[in-house]
Nanobody, 122 residues
Framework: QLQLVESGGGLVQPGGSLRLSCVAS????????VGWFRQAPGKEREEVSC????????NYADSVKGRFTMSRDNTKNAFYLRMTNVEPEDAGVYYC???????????????WGQGTEVTVSS
């Protein structure tokens, strides 16, 4: 059964840092590109970042470039989002998902999980 479980969210001050984790199961993680997505209150879910199956390439939304870093550890069936210099606009529920192949192309493949909430407040 394909499953992705997010964790690591919480309260962070503006300018602070946070690291989100996603643990995958039910499929060979090293064969697929994966991504982080977020949904802010009242807004549609958006893609934040994506990393190819090998980890050789990452894409970022313009709003997080230079502040967020996505990485993966296929040996642990996990991938991560390091958030630094967090801004109030980064608040929302963060979700992880996988794509249909090894590259960051197309729509997310799996059903959405519970997500992990990031609150930005001083």
């Amino acid at each position: 059964q394909l499953q992705l479980v997010e964790s690591g969210g919480g309260l962070v001050q503006p300018g602070g840092s946070l690291r989100l984790s996603c643990v995958a199961s039910g499929f060979p993680l090293d064969a697929y590109a994966v991504g982080w997505f977020r949904q802010a209150p009242g807004k549609e879910r958006e893609e934040v970042s994506c990393i190819t199956s090998s980890g050789g390439r990452t894409n970022y939304a313009d709003s997080v470039k230079g502040r967020f870093t996505m990485s993966r550890d296929n040996t642990k069936n996990a991938f991560y989002l390091r958030m630094t210099n967090v801004e109030p606009e980064d608040a929302g529920v963060y979700y992880c998902n996988r794509f249909g192949g090894s590259d960051c192309i197309g729509d997310p493949f799996a059903s959405w999980g519970q997500g992990t909430e990031v609150t930005v407040s001083s």
